[in-house]
């Protein structure tokens, strides 16, 4: 009879046992493809302090308390930050988002712009970094975010980025009045158009894009009088007046012009990824290490924490023990929102999450 098992049993490594495949020789532990594989910690500690982060603790503040090198903790960092952005990218796929909101948040690498060298300036590595978000308030995804300079390229890889995510469904986007984020769209979304010939001397006209009649897209404009903003209006760029009535009719957020949903998501942002506060010490110091603490924060956000606003009542209240109120409402966090699973993750879920080879999903 043919043996099933492909893995045999191979020693172990640290206490923590190994296989190797009866057929290619390969040796794995047993924890690949999570975010515990390599972990000489103590597993409780570890997850300790991937939550510690998560909830904005600085790296030697998590150090400290954990007992354990600050440079351990910075390779935690890595680790957890290339792990949760597999499990996002994983389940990300085929998204169906029928609102999207976008904007940027201001940060710095290392050195804030003004206090850069020559040198340091042309090189592009250290100063101000901006964190573009893609924001779908309906369900409080956050499907596509990246971190870069505050440029028409970075932008576009936003978009682009973003509609690999979804399900084909082109959302109705708002911005501020950044004008990136029109040529952006206009970029991805936009048809090509070729000119015909007409047989006249001369270069031939080039092809163009124009905006699809689905692409739906309206600015928010503020008026600011110093550091107060005095006058909100609003513009639509791309769509008929007629149509965004319609999809603003059909909205369960808003009804109204607005990117009240990601702007409250900055302050969420700014909470949960101790590199973002503002007016503290714990900026980042290198671009890499910026990224890996963003997808943590951005992992735990969407699996581990309730989120209020998606908040379901219960058909029953459900009593509690004790003299305690009785439960009257659900928690929901976004990934249960967007159907992406049934319940609240813990820490170590997310942490020991296997996401499958890249290649048996990804197209």
């Known amino acids: 009879m043919e043996d099933e098992s492909r893995l045999r049993r191979h020693g172990s490594d640290g206490g923590e046992p190994r296989f190797q495949c ?6 794995i532990e047993a924890r690949a493809g999570t975010a515990y594989v390599g972990i000489r910690t103590d597993l409780q500690a570890y997850e300790l302090g991937a939550k510690l982060m998560a909830e904005g603790m600085s790296i030697r503040a998590t150090a400290r308390i954990l007992e354990v090198d600050k440079d351990s903790v910075c390779r935690w960092v890595v680790q957890l930050g290339e792990h949760c952005a597999n499990v996002m990218a994983y389940y990300f796929r085929r998204l169906h988002v029928t609102e999207c909101q976008l904007d940027e948040l201001w ?15 042309m090189m592009g590595v250290y100063g ?19 971190a870069g300079k505050r440029t028409l390229k970075e932008s576009k890889q936003l978009v682009k980025c973003l509609k690999t995510r979804l399900d084909g469904h082109i959302p109705f986007f708002t911005s501020d009045e950044l004008p990136h984020y029109a040529d952006a769209l206009l970029e991805v ?11 006249k001397p001369g270069r031939p006209r080039q092809s163009y894009k124009v905006p699809p009649e689905d692409l739906l897209y309206a600015v928010v404009c503020k008026r600011r009088e110093g550091s107060r903003v005095v006058e909100v209006t609003t513009e639509i760029i791309y769509g008929s007046p007629q149509r965004v009535a319609q999809a603003l009719q059909g909205s369960s957020v808003s009804q109204m012009i607005s990117t009240y949903g990601v702007e409250r998501n900055n302050l969420t942002i700014r909470q949960h990824a101790r590199r973002m506060g503002r007016k503290v010490n714990a900026f980042s110091k290198d671009h890499e290490y910026l990224q890996h603490q963003l997808a943590l924060s951005f992992a735990y956000y969407h699996f581990v924490i309730p989120h209020g606003g ?17 439960k ?15 319940h609240i993750w813990s820490m170590d879920e997310l942490l020991s999450f296997r996401v499958p080879p890249k290649h048996l999903w990804s197209s």
Do not use: N
């Open 189 to 199: 979304y936009g048809e090509t158009i070729d000119p015909p010939h007409t047989g």
């Open 328 to 342: 009257l409402w659900a928690p929901r966090t976004p990934a249960m929102a967007a159907s992406l699973t049934d």
């Open 22 to 27: 009866a057929e290619c020789g390969t040796v």
């Open 107 to 121: 940060t710095f690498v290392r050195k804030k712009e003004d206090q850069l060298s020559p040198l340091e300036q």
């Open 128 to 146: 101000d970094a901006w964190i573009w978000v893609a924001f779908a308030p309906v369900s409080k995804v956050v499907p596509a975010w990246l």
């Open 310 to 326: 998606l908040r379901q009542k219960l058909s029953r209240p459900i009593p509690t023990k004790g003299s305690g109120s009785p």
